[in-house]
């Protein structure tokens, strides 16, 4: 693998003809939309002359077609015939700890209380999403972590089992953990506490900075720590916004709304100390869009990503 540019499926294409009508308008299925997204990807890959691998994150939008035998067989058809890498972001239902469980319960629709769901539960899920992965070519895969606090920590370690481990070294898959939306400054929505529990892991596991997840309700940033994750992350989800709320923007998008300043200033971080101080060589940069966008915006954040990486 080396660098890696994808565009997230999403959610929102399957109930907002508006956002569908961004990739091109089409029956919403999960087939049809990742065929959509690989045709776009492709295209931008091949339009910037093979600077990079185009790439799409499958996400909880993704999850059923991604675990059933006719939906792996339609994706492995579309990665093989536009040359796709796909990354597996994992429900948030499944984030690891009942504290983090119950905590997405609702906006995951999932009934089961949170208190049944255990360690050997957790780990069960995550086998079958890695062999899901598997069966369709993804050597990538995102999980988010629960919105806690420290003294809950060790609790997480329980259900990340040596069996999930063994399964990640048997598929070649590398499983990257990612900080959370800083809102209400839980433990995990700092680097180095992700840091410490990677340590505790092994190397089958990795880390995803999302900087725009880092820096919503941040009163300052800490450079040091943002040069720490340039330098360890295996994954980056590249979207920016102005602190107030985690707003999923382009490199590069002004909308109204939102300060211009702020958002150049946001950006220029982002910029001179993450993205300026990243290997790109086999790393895996997802543009995380939840809004309808127009594509000469993604060609923009594409530019401006190139650059900064001087891809």
Known sequence: MSTVFALNNSPYYYVNPLMLGSIGLTVPTTARLVRK????????????????LPGIQLGVE??????SASGQRALSSIREEYDVSYIVHFPDYLVPG????TSMLGHALSFLPAHLF?????????????DAAHAIGSETLVMHLPAMRERDAETVLTYFTPRNALRLQDNGQLLSIENCNNKGNPYFGDIEPIQWLLSCLGDRYGFCFDFGHYIVERGSIDNKALRLAARTA????????DRRSDAHLFLGERPDGFSRTKLEAEERIYVDEV??????????FVMERNRPFDPAQLEEAIRRLRSALSL
């Not at 997204?37 to 990079?52: E, K, P, Q, V, Y």
């Not at 009942?98 to 469980?101: A, I, K, L, N, R």
């Not at 295996?234 to 916004?241: D, F, L, Q």
């Open 37 to 52: 997204l690989a045709i776009l990807m492709r295209s931008l890959a091949d339009a910037n002359d093979g600077a990079f």
């Open 118 to 130: 255990t360690p050997r539960m957790f780990s069960d899920a995550v086998l079958e999403r890695l």
């Open 234 to 241: 295996a994954v980056h989800h590249v979207h920016i916004n």
């Open 98 to 101: 009942p504290s983090g469980h």
């Open 62 to 67: 993704s999850d059923r077609a991604l675990r």
């Open 275 to 284: 993205l300026s101080n990243v290997d790109p060589d086999n790393t895996v």
